[in-house]
T-cell receptor
């Protein structure tokens, strides 16, 4: 069974640009969550999508947005990039909602660097 | 404010030795507590998930304990191996306003030969 796939693995952008990251969950998983990971802050929750609807949102500015398609694949978009957006962006999928007793399965992330 | 505190921040042990990592939380109401292992450059991998009624849960050489009364959890690693070198993250599921998951900042474990 294929795991969670994130593309691209690495990305370099400049300030002011926008970026779209992609996540393909494990087949059958309906929940997709996005996280930002930095050395100083650890893992921080961005948002969760379940059956194409945003179920939960973390404390991030509106520049961060996402969506989920009918096949459960998800994309995350960051507009007007800032230096502080440099981070590892992780996607996780699970059968049901992220706070259930079912485990989340993480992809290996997209490393975003802002110059 | 819901918080998850992990200790120590980092730890170095010799191969073959045991170690225990700590996680204290203030998340309420509580749903479950998870331990993840994250290798450098990889995504986290789930080790255990424990609900309120579970005191101990094992996954191979990893044993997690939970004391819901004192809001403490520990992860015990037995007979450590070089491949255990990683960051171990404690995550508590509850309701914290914005997110239903509260993450600790992790303990970085280095197993030395």
């Amino acid at each position: 069974k294929a795991g969670v796939t994130q593309t691209p693995r690495y990305l370099i952008k400049t300030r002011g640009q926008q970026v779209t990251l992609s996540c393909s969950p494990i087949s059958g998983h309906r929940s997709v969550s996005w996280y930002q990971q930095t050395p100083g802050q650890g893992l921080q929750f961005l948002f969760e999508y379940f059956s194409e609807t945003q179920r939960n949102k973390g404390n991030f500015p509106g520049r961060f947005s996402g969506r989920q398609f009918s096949n459960s694949r998800s994309e995350m978009n960051v507009s007007t990039l800032e230096l502080g957006d440099s981070a590892l962006y992780l996607c996780a999928s699970s059968l049901v909602r992220q706070d259930s007793n079912q485990p989340q399965h993480f992809g290996d992330g997209t490393r975003l660097s802002i110059l | 404010k819901n918080q998850v505190e992990q200790s120590p921040q980092s730890l170095i042990i010799l191969e073959g030795k045991n170690c225990t990592l700590q996680c204290n939380y203030t998340v309420s109401p509580f749903s479950n507590l998870r331990w993840y292992k994250q290798d450098t450059g990889r995504g986290p991998v789930s080790l255990t998930i424990m609900t309120f009624s579970e005191n101990t849960k094992s996954n191979g050489r990893y044993t997690a304990t939970l004391d819901a009364d004192t809001k403490q959890s520990s992860l015990h690693i037995t007979a450590s191996q070089l491949s255990d070198s990683a960051s171990y993250i404690c995550v508590v599921s509850g309701h914290s306003g914005y997110s239903t998951l509260t993450f600790g900042k992790g303990t970085m474990l280095l197993v030395s030969p």
